[in-house]
């Protein structure tokens, strides 16, 4: 089998190679999650490598490369993280993966990158690390905090367990000024910006990309409410979905958000937030927040634990390559990245 290789803009074609190669993603795509992953980010276009055979013209294998803005120390660069990755049965054990993103490399000069990321599994992560030059920088920081006992009684001793189904926490509802977000403004640019004061790597968070990627998503549904400040700014806020996954009802909560001197305020809203998932029925509720975030200690109080990989929905790893000399820094280590629910692909 003789292979081609380019590296494209998405387009009907890309969509029909979609539908062909990843089925089980034809809800989402039928809903737009293509157009809004690589047409209607505020990042700019997204690109897709594609291989085809080049006696029949049947595109074989995929990766998609969604765009995203970094902070890189004060500076906002142009960052792609890479994502749904497939090659043909007929085309494994050619090298196809490696040379599809190896494809995305070489067209740099046209696309101008900086930084690229991105949360392989344990079947894509030899490629990335050991072929493709990427810094292997650890897992996502799953943290989870239990609100019911039958999720994990069934999770190691078996499904005749699951009648032991108790409330593990107490969670009340806190007095609060608790508002129900419906869209950022510039309110949230300066709060981002406090938050990340002291941090060096992370997806940027301004208010336009926080719409595109919580109330323009179209196949996830969350729930954001923010605590306000006596001259209407705003001070934290908490996005939230919650769903059937991993066989039980999951609260995930994708973002959290303070000022340095509104943490308080943060723990109001998550506690509100826990409470809405113990009322919905959530049996667990999930997060990524490292130890280096500014969020940790609101979560720490909160009975957040770090997540044990045997009860992990899913073994992901985290890794990034820097496009440009500029981009070096991103790959330092761990510790200087900031992510959250919301930099997942899959939630």
Known sequence: MEIAYEVRPFDDEVRAAYLALLPEQAEAIEAGKLNWKFRDSPAG???????????????????????G?????????????????IVTPAARGKGVFTRLVQAFYDAQDRIGGTVFYGFPNDNSAPGFF?????????????????????????????????????????????????????????????LWNAFSAGLYCGLDRT?????????????ASYKTRGIFGEHNDLKTFV???????????????????CRPDSRHDLQLLLTDALADMRSQGADAAL???????????????????????????IHLHFGV???????????????????????????
Not at 73 to 85: C, E, F, K, L, N
Not at 239 to 257: D, K, N, Y
Not at 290 to 313: C, D, I, K, Q, Y
Request: contains cysteine.
């Open 287 to 313: 997060a990524w927040c490292a130890p280096h975030s500014p969020s940790w200690p609101v979560f720490r109080r909160l009975g957040f634990l770090p997540m044990p990989e045997a009860l992990r929905p």
């Open 239 to 257: 996005t939230t979905h919650i769903g059937e996954r991993q066989g039980g009802v999951i609260g995930s909560v994708m973002e959290a958000l």
């Open 45 to 67: 276009q997204g690109w897709v490598a594609l291989a085809r055979d080049t006696a029949t013209g049947e595109i074989v294998g995929m990766n998609g490369f969604a765009p």
């Open 207 to 219: 208010h336009d990309y926080l719409n595109w990627r919580i109330f323009d998503h179209p196949a």
């Open 321 to 347: 390559r820097a496009l440009s000399a500029d981009g070096v820094a991103a790959t330092v280590g761990p510790e200087a990245w900031y992510l959250s629910y919301l930099d997942s692909d899959t939630l």
């Open 130 to 190: 050991n072929r493709l030059g990427w810094e292997r920088l650890g897992s996502p920081p799953f943290v989870i905090k239990p609100l019911r006992s039958g999720y994990f009684a069934r999770k190691v001793l078996g499904d005749w367990a699951g009648f032991l189904n108790l409330p593990l926490s107490v969670v009340g509802r806190p007095r609060a000024d608790i508002r129900d977000i419906e869209r950022f403004d510039e309110r949230a640019d300066p």
């Open 69 to 85: 803005r970094a902070k890189l120390g004060g500076v906002r660069v142009p960052a792609y993280q890479s994502m749904d990755t």
